[in-house]
């Protein structure tokens, strides 16, 4: 096996940023897949996973939404938001890859496709 090459533009989290039992991330990402996946209808599970990844998208929003919550978030946890809401979105088949970079280049607001 060759020597390991670091690549320059992505650099992973820190497994200790990660699996910190207190960090916002862990506390939260099971509870949102829960709302999302107990809808009847499939149009508002679309719309909901639309609106977190459109929330966790725009920087802002994401540590306003989230002030009040304990333990607040950090940085880290919004780029895993993201990461958890993409693969969940497209290994449900909820929202496909093009409707996934649609909502992230929207920032802040959900498509209209996205409401039922």
């Not at 990402?29 to 966790?56: H, K, V």
Request: hydrophobic content about 40%.
């Amino acid at each position: 096996m060759g020597e390991r090459v670091r690549h320059r533009s992505f650099q992973m989290v820190p497994d200790s940023e990660i699996r910190r039992a207190e960090s916002w991330y862990i506390t939260y990402r099971e509870g949102i897949a829960n709302i999302i996946f107990a809808q009847a209808d499939i149009r508002f599970s679309r719309y909901l996973i639309a609106s977190f990844l459109t929330e966790a998208s725009n920087r802002e929003a994401f540590f306003e939404e989230n002030a009040y919550l304990e333990p607040t978030p950090t940085e880290v946890d919004r780029i895993l938001m993201i990461a958890y809401l993409r693969a969940l979105a497209s290994t449900s088949c909820l929202i496909n890859a093009e409707e996934i970079l649609e909502i992230q280049v929207k920032e802040g607001e959900v498509p209209l496709e996205f409401c039922p």
